[in-house]
């Protein structure tokens, strides 16, 4: 059974910090792309970050320069660093593995950030 299990987000104020956590189990976690991905009420999941096997990484604009993504695969963890917290940055973030040549793509129940000014 595939579970992605995320931690570490909370309440922080504008210009702090927080490291998100994803561990991984029941899949062959160092084959998979890793991501982080964010939804607010009202709108559309939206990549974060992403990481893939190899250890590329491609962030969206909005991020870019303050949040890092990073991976584990010993620890079977993926993490995502993020600095200078806005208030646009509040959202439930989700960790997500996949394997397109398979097909398979997996989600985390999703953690709760929430950046107060």
């Known amino acids: 059974q595939v579970q992605l299990v995320e931690s570490g987000g909370g309440l922080v104020q504008s210009g702090g910090s927080l490291r998100l956590s994803c561990v991984a189990s029941?899949?062959?976690?160092?084959?998979?792309?890793m991501g982080w991905y964010r939804q607010a009420p009202g709108n559309q999941r939206d990549l974060v970050a992403t990481?893939?096997?190899?250890?590329?990484?491609n962030y969206a604009d909005s991020v870019k320069d303050r949040f890092t993504i990073s991976r584990d695969n010993i620890k079977k963890t993926v993490y995502l660093q993020m600095n200078s917290l806005k208030q646009e940055d509040t959202a439930v973030y989700y960790c997500?593995?996949?394997?397109?040549?398979?097909?398979?793509?997996?989600w985390g129940q999703g953690t709760q950030v929430t950046v107060s000014s």
């Open positions: 997500k593995a996949a394997l397109p040549i398979a097909d398979l793509h997996y």
């Open positions: 990481i893939t096997a190899s250890g590329s990484t």
């Open positions: 029941g899949i062959t976690f160092s084959g998979y792309a």
